[in-house]
């Protein structure tokens, strides 16, 4: 007899396609948010799923710290060509050069500063959807997180007055000025994703799989060492953030979840391939946002940059 | 198809503040190793500082800052854990106020309902409240739970005075398909992960493994073949003339099984074709089935948009602008008859305006209170509505997908109420039927 059901990846896949789907449906200027971390390429191969043969009909957008990692950045260009879509990088950089955001000097990582620059590359395209990776099983502020979730006119998330979601209706309708988040992955765990990432044979970044590098240990992790400013007539992007007297170390090592290079602990790992590892995600005893210095700030940083337009 | 294939089972834990409903889900993690050491320290953390040392697992989502201060959860938290078995997604909604709104909202994807009775107080308004609930939202499985039966010394008369208390009413609710009755202490682990010594009376499952084990491959409607047209698929690549002439349309199969050279009708037109093509990324298909999300191809060109539906040409849904419903309202501001909302169903979005209310529903005592004057927030009742076009739609009991609707607060866009249709009245009567193209 045959069997009619979905194992948990093709469940988890088609209500993701559907969630897509309702996005290319009902919005009329959405872009999908890319980064080239695993989450998003995930996101990607869904989006093929969704809407090929034809083209992805909306464009990939990625706001820039200035800090990322130098192999995230080619895997992004990359992929974005390879699938034909057009891709719009914002950064910090340009939003200070050009005045719409100003840094902090007691604060080196760039994290809450992607929050304008997204808010204003919504803004300039009129975007009124983006597309993101985020999952509930993340963090506890997403845990409560819609897949459709509502932002008004001035980006930000109310999470004690959201609409309630129920089967696969999802309410997409905005008044002028509003716009809406939307994340297909909320059902999956950091699991699913690498377990899909196999099966659909997927190409991540190789700052995911174990390699040598030199590292420096501060606020409780170890961070990569920036690679060396060059060029002495620009200011330094990474001022600040270099290692002082802080102990050192070339560590056999991976990134588990990738931030910016200055607020993503490396992991001590041999693994070498998706199936070390998934091995190794069974086996961790301690969750992927553990090694996210942008959310041990406090109990509540995800919460607080998330109510001002944060991913 | 992986060699193991795993599915997942959709979950919600029902019960109110002290019946050991974050015990229990606690428990579950934690057995399952899916509570991480970070995770438990900021439990520990949290509980040296507020909680006097007694560990609270609601910490573990409420994750918001006023649902920490207060002491609170605000809506429903969704958490995940898997055994080597099943995958699970477990809906945890609050006790308190809203709680009807949030369980209505966690039911309507779930596969199970696990209720909580305290064994010491038996049935309670609660537990009718959540059993009605669980009724109204047609999850297909549900387990009492007949929690603290350490406090009862492990009574199987209580047990069993408990479950006939329950088996009287259930039978004035819509049909539960199946029902289980576990005796447990979550506190200590009885008969959650593992079978407990304290019931040698008892002969059925833990409640883990019944839930490893429960089928659920049949809760989706496989009887009758629904494709809402969610979006039409048209490369027109001008490059590559098969892409330029192909017309996908694309949704996720709602209902039922679909096979390459199967009759098909489009409603609402009522225009005939046959299936072409299953389209996927992954290759073409020879069979779909719900809730697929596929691109059919068809043999003719028709006209065909978001909003229609694709059937089978047995078991027609039935297609009226006058709709007969029972709704749970989610709003502060009450419904009354007269007001006009957005209808969302399945693809397609409507004007509608309710022409009456017909009763509301005491969920605690199963009466009905005929023709009140509006639905306050948290009410259950029947209203009729009309809307600005017919909709092809099921009844919900028979199909979960075709036969719920929300409504949106025209202006505010606000998601105000959840609606459940009542089966047509007749099936749709499809005007050219001897229309050949």
Same mark, same amino acid.
């Given at each position: 007899m045959k069997s009619y059901h979905l194992d948990h990846l093709q469940y988890l896949e088609t209500e993701a396609i559907h969630v897509m789907r309702e996005v290319a449906a009902e919005f009329e200027r959405p872009a999908l948010l890319f980064s080239g971390g695993k989450d998003s390429i995930c996101l990607l191969r869904l989006a093929e799923k969704a809407f090929r043969p034809a083209d992805i009909p909306m464009p990939f957008l990625n706001v820039e710290t200035g800090h990322e990692f130098p192999e995230l950045l080619e895997f992004r260009d990359r992929r974005a060509k390879e699938l034909g879509a057009k891709l719009i990088v914002r950064s910090v950089d340009q939003a200070v050069a050009n005045g719409t955001a100003v840094l902090t000097k007691s604060e080196i990582s760039r994290n809450r500063m992607q929050i304008p620059v997204l808010l204003g590359a919504i803004e300039e395209y009129r975007f009124d959807c983006c597309i993101g990776g985020a999952r509930r099983d993340e963090e506890k502020a997403r845990?409560?997180?819609?897949?459709?979730s509502f932002r008004d006119g001035f980006g930000q998330w109310d999470p004690k007055n959201q609409r309630p979601e129920l089967w696969n209706l999802y309410n997409a309708r905005l008044n002028g000025g509003e716009n809406m988040r939307v994340f297909p992955l909320s059902n999956w765990t950091e699991m699913d994703v690498w377990e899909y990432i196999k099966r659909e044979q997927l190409e991540v970044p190789n700052i995911y799989f174990s390699h040598t590098r030199e590292c420096f240990f501060r606020a409780g992790q170890w961070l990569p060492v920036p690679p060396?400013?060059?060029?002495?007539?620009t200011p330094d992007p990474f001022e600040g953030a270099r290692p002082g007297k802080e102990p050192r170390k070339t560590m056999v090592c991976r990134v588990r979840t990738i931030a910016d290079m200055i607020s993503t602990g490396m992991l001590e790992s041999p693994a070498t391939s998706i199936d070390d590892i998934i091995g190794e995600i069974s086996a961790a005893r301690v969750t992927e946002r553990g090694s996210r210095a942008d959310d041990k700030a406090s109990e509540a940083a995800m919460e607080d940059r998330k109510k001002q337009g944060y991913f | 198809m992986s060699q193991h294939p795993i599915e997942i089972l959709r979950f919600n834990t029902c019960g109110s503040v002290d019946d050991g409903k974050s015990t229990l889900i606690g428990r579950l993690l934690y057995d399952s190793k899916s509570l991480m050491e970070d995770q438990l320290e900021a439990l520990q953390r949290s509980a040296d500082i507020t909680g006097g040392g007694q560990v609270n697992l609601a910490n573990l989502t409420d994750g918001l800052r006023a649902e920490r201060e207060q002491g609170i959860t605000i809506d429903v938290a969704y958490r995940y854990f898997a055994t080597p078995k099943r995958k699970f997604i477990v809906a945890d909604t609050p006790g308190h106020v809203q709680y009807t709104r949030n369980m209505v909202t966690g039911a309507s994807t779930a596969n199970l309902s696990v209720v909580l009775v305290d064994a010491r107080l038996g049935v309670i308004e609660q537990t009718r409240r959540h059993s009605y609930i669980a009724a109204l939202l047609g999850i297909p499985h549900i387990v009492f739970a007949i929690n603290k039966m350490d406090l009862v010394d492990w009574s199987e008369e209580r047990f069993l005075e408990i479950r006939e208390n329950i088996e009287a009413y259930l039978p004035r609710l819509d049909v539960l398909k199946d029902v289980k009755f576990i005796p447990m202490s979550a506190l200590n682990g009885d008969n959650v992960v593992e079978l407990s010594?304290?019931? *040698?009376?008892y002969q059925g499952p833990a409640l883990l493994g019944h839930l490893e084990t429960v089928h659920i491959a049949s809760d989706w409607n496989l009887n009758a073949f629904r494709l809402p047209v969610q979006w039409v698929n048209r *490369?027109?690549? *001008?490059?590559?003339q098969k892409l330029h002439d192909f017309r996908g349309l694309s949704g996720q199969i709602a209902g039922g099984i679909v096979k390459v050279g199967q009759e098909v009708r489009i409603l609402p037109s009522g225009l005939k074709s046959k299936v072409k093509q299953i389209w996927t990324y992954d290759g073409e298909l020879e069979e779909a089935f719900c809730p697929q999300s596929v691109t059919l191809v068809l043999e003719d060109d028709i006209d065909v948009s978001r909003g229609d539906m694709i059937v089978g040409m047995e078991k027609l849904p039935g297609k009226n602008s006058e709709l007969h419903a029972r709704i749970c309202w989610m709003h502060p501001k009450a419904l009354a008859p007269g007001r006009k909302y957005f209808v969302k169903h399945g693809t397609q979005t409507v004007q509608a305006m309710v022409t009456s209310i017909d009763h509301k529903i005491n969920i605690q005592t199963y009466e009905v209170e005929p023709a009140p004057a509006e639905l306050a927030m948290n009410d259950i009742g029947e209203i009729r509505l009309r809307v600005s076009k017919p909709l092809i739609y099921d009844g919900y009991r028979a199909n979960r997908l075709t036969g719920s609707f929300i409504l949106i607060e025209q202006g505010t866009n606000h998601t105000v109420g959840a609606g459940m249709l009542h089966a047509p009245l007749e099936p749709v009567k499809p005007e050219y039927d001897d229309f050949a193209i």
């Open positions: 845990a409560k997180e819609r897949f459709f060396p400013h060059t060029d002495p007539t | 010594k304290n019931t *040698p009376w *490369p027109n690549n *001008p490059r590559d």
